[in-house]
């Protein structure tokens, strides 16, 4: 959710912020604005809808040329996704600039104090107000990291701000709470984003700033305090993927590239994890053995596509590590009394590592005493900050709003971090845990296999375009595959989509089915007859009842065959690693069916990538 670029350098600052502005357009917004500091005079526009329409704006309209200056990209919460709301926002003089992302929760009784005190506010937007609030600091001070330090004091919520002034026209500064702000460090430029993405086509070398830090960039350094302006600690760090990672490589949408790339995201985030012994070793776990083995319960918190990694990982941990594991929605967990101890193991799962849900989820665990582990995609995010351990998928950049291959890769996470569990407590021989390593070492393999014969999956789900609504069912480790399929189709296709475990059918959703409804079957692999059986009996009841029945079964397994009026064959894997294999045809069919009814599956509406606010 909104997407923020802050430039200072050599380069024109307009043409550095507007592409970074452009990288960050997978984080889902619905409004842009930019500033430019140029001859001690601040310039700014501002447009609702997508980047177009600034960058048209900005053609029609010149702003003079500067080589410092600030983007963003708005994702509404606070008043209407228009012009007039879109940031920058500037003071009463029009000598301060400020964008934001989250928000300011005590923003209304900072507005009133404002209006008395005589300021003229012209948004609805709680980011106003701080423009407003810089302004009164900025006249007795004139300095503007103090200014945004005193204001920061103030504030309540979660944010990220980034201020220019023209009264000190070579300083961006920024200041983070809860919310993302990342230093990109170049030679006589440095950059301020929301990720890297924004600056990585200039430089890889990047600066992860803390809570409550203040940032003063200029061109010949970085300076950061904490709020009451004493030098702050940070970590700084080298970004292991390039600008070609963060760009389509000749496919249509990233969300394409991003499936194709599934096999060597899974091999990538199995690598170096594997002892020549053929022990695990999970070096940044950083939770001793000891600690491992006195945990008596798991609770996984997480959102959307990576809940449904969680609900997979439930099955692999109570099966491999013999711990009791509960998944919980991270939007839920904190509103409920959790029951949590020392020997409480919470798992946090995130792709961006900073979804609001999951940091406050994680929060909350903390102050139970509970320990915590992450499982994330970013590098210099917040959870594995906030984490006691955490393990990195190495996904690469994922640009597409809808999530694939991270959440391949946070099933390969969790399967390791069971397997390490079962290694740790002795729940399973090293041979036994050796082998199923060595088994997940096919799944790249196996993952190629699939995507090599989506073809029919991509001409079914043309043909499915005019439907109005598409069932999933699965059990065990299919049924949140299921809940994925549903949830992919939803967010892409904008369509009807439910996923359920397929035992359920009998106590409700059966009455749904009618003539012709698509229904996606995951069928558990043959080895696990009792459970195989009762799914292909489902299969026959929703045929028998007019369903048009779409199975997806391990290739060979012929007993489907009667009843399926389309079969999607995957490769044989054992039950708890199918996911792996199931998941990927349901990506390409959420995919192929968005983009047959016209959709942009990078950028799907109401939806952002990064959901930074509760
Ligand atoms: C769906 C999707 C979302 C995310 C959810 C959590 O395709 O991408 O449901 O999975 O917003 O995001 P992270 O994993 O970044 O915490």
Redesign the pocket.
């Known amino acids: 959710m909104c997407g923020i670029v802050g430039y200072v350098g050599a380069r024109p600052a307009l043409d550095v912020v507007v592409e970074g502005l452009a990288r960050l357009e997978y984080r889902g917004y619905d409004s842009a604005g930019v500033a430019v500091l140029a001859d001690g005079r601040l310039a700014t526009a501002k447009r609702a809808g997508k980047l177009v329409n600034l960058r048209n704006a900005l053609e029609e309209e010149p702003p003079p040329a500067g080589t410092l200056g600030m983007g963003h990209t708005r994702w509404a919460t606070h008043g209407a996704p228009n012009d007039r709301n879109a940031h920058p926002h500037t003071d009463c003089t029009g000598a301060v600039a400020v964008i934001h992302n989250g928000i300011i929760e005590n923003f209304a009784a900072l507005r009133s104090e404002l209006e008395e005190g005589g300021h003229k506010l012209s948004s609805d937007t709680d980011t106003e107000a701080v423009a407003h609030l810089l302004e009164n600091e900025l006249r007795s001070s004139g300095d503007l990291a103090e200014a945004m330090r005193r204001v920061c004091r103030r504030l309540e919520g979660a944010f990220t701000l980034v201020a220019v002034h023209t009264g000190d026209p070579d300083l961006v500064v920024g200041a983070r709470r809860n919310s993302p702000l990342v230093v990109g460090v170049g030679e006589g430029e440095n950059f301020l984003a929301s990720d890297v993405a924004a600056f990585i086509a200039h430089t890889r070398d990047a600066i992860e700033l803390g809570q409550d830090q203040v940032v003063e960039l200029r061109a010949g350094g970085v300076t950061v305090t904490d709020l009451d302006g004493r030098p702050a600690e940070t970590t700084a760090y080298h970004v292991d993927w390039d600008v070609s990672a963060a760009e389509k490589g000749g496919f249509d949408y990233f969300m394409l590239k991003e499936i194709a790339e599934q096999p060597r995201a899974v091999a990538d985030t199995l690598l170096g994890r594997i002892g020549a012994d053929g022990r695990l070793t999970l070096d940044e776990m950083r939770i001793p053995d000891q600690e491992l083995r006195e945990v008596d319960k798991i609770i996984i918190v ?5 809940y449904h990694a969680g609900l997979i990982a439930k099955y692999a941990i109570e099966h491999w590590a013999g711990l009791p594991c509960e998944v919980e929605l991270a939007s839920e967990f904190r509103y409920r009394d959790p029951i949590l101890s020392r020997s409480t193991l919470v798992i946090a ?7 609001m849900d ?1 940091l406050m989820a994680v929060r909350h665990a903390r102050e139970q005493h509970a320990k915590l582990l992450g499982i994330c995609n970013v590098n210099g995010s917040t959870l594995p900050r906030e984490c006691d351990g955490v393990l990195y998928t190495h996904a690469g950049p994922e640009i597409a ?3 694939t291959k ?1 959440f391949l890769t946070q099933l390969v996470a969790v399967y390791l971090i069971a397997l390490y569990l079962a290694q740790v407590r002795g729940t399973k021989w090293g041979d036994e845990v050796f082998a199923m390593v060595q088994l997940l070492a096919q799944m790249p393999d196996k993952v190629d296999k699939v995507l090599e014969t989506m073809e029919p999956v991509r001409e079914l789900a043309r043909s499915l375009a005019g439907e109005r609504c598409v069932l999933f069912l699965g059990r065990h480790v299919g049924f949140p595959v299921a809940l994925e399929g549903a ?2 189709l939803k ?1 892409l296709a904008y369509m009807h989509a439910e996923g359920f475990a397929a035992g359920e059918l009998k106590h409700g959703p059966i009455a749904l089915i009618e003539d012709g409804l698509p229904v996606v079957v995951v069928v558990p692999p043959r080895a696990r007859d009792v459970l195989h059986d009762k799914i292909v009996s489902n299969i026959q009841e929703i045929r028998a009842r007019g369903a048009r029945t779409i199975v997806i079964a391990e290739e060979g397994d012929t007993s489907v065959e009667p009843y399926a009026d389309t079969l999607i064959s995957v490769p044989a894997v054992p039950t708890l690693l199918q996911p792996l294999v199931t998941t990927v045809p349901l990506q390409v069919f959420a995919c192929e069916l968005a983009t047959a009814k016209g959709h942009d599956v990078d950028q799907p509406r109401n939806l952002a ?3 930074t606010v509760e």
């Open positions: 997480a959102c959307g596509t990576s799962i995130s792709q961006s590592g900073e979804t999951a709003v809808a999530s991270a949830l992919k967010e990538k990064s959901v």
